[in-house]
């Protein structure tokens, strides 16, 4: 499955921005989807997951009550809503594809970049 991130760009702080991750080439609702981000410096790290058929979601601590992920089947694309953004957001936002559900996603999409200022 090929994976394209769509939708970053520059916001301030308090503001908001959708992601958008396109899937072709593969069955996209037999795959857990999941975004990721990478700010500099730092590693890779968690930001929400959500199962085949969006019957469950998770997020890290750090996002949680702020972004919602959710996915729609028919059009094979998973969205990021972020709201209340901060400048510790400002990160490389990675979407992925899970086969199954583990630490990291079967598949990487490129990434798109967010940037929050104060």
């Known amino acids: 499955v090929q994976l394209q991130a769509s939708g970053g760009g520059l916001v301030q702080a308090g503001g908001s921005l959708r992601l958008s991750c396109t899937a072709s080439g593969g069955t996209f609702n037999k795959y857990a989807m999941g975004w990721f981000r990478q700010a500099p410096g730092k590693e890779r790290e968690f930001v929400a997951t959500?199962?085949?058929?969006?019957?469950?979601?998770y997020y890290s601590d750090a996002v949680k009550g702020r972004f919602t992920i959710s996915r729609d089947n028919a059009k094979n694309t998973m969205y990021l809503q972020m709201n209340t953004l901060k400048p510790e957001d400002t990160a490389v936002y990675y979407c992925?594809?899970?086969?199954?559900?583990?630490?990291?996603?079967?598949?990487w999409g490129q990434g798109t970049q967010v940037t929050v200022s104060s």
């Open positions: 992925g594809a899970y086969d199954t559900l583990k630490p990291r996603p079967d598949y």
């Open positions: 959500i199962t085949w058929s969006a019957g469950r979601t």
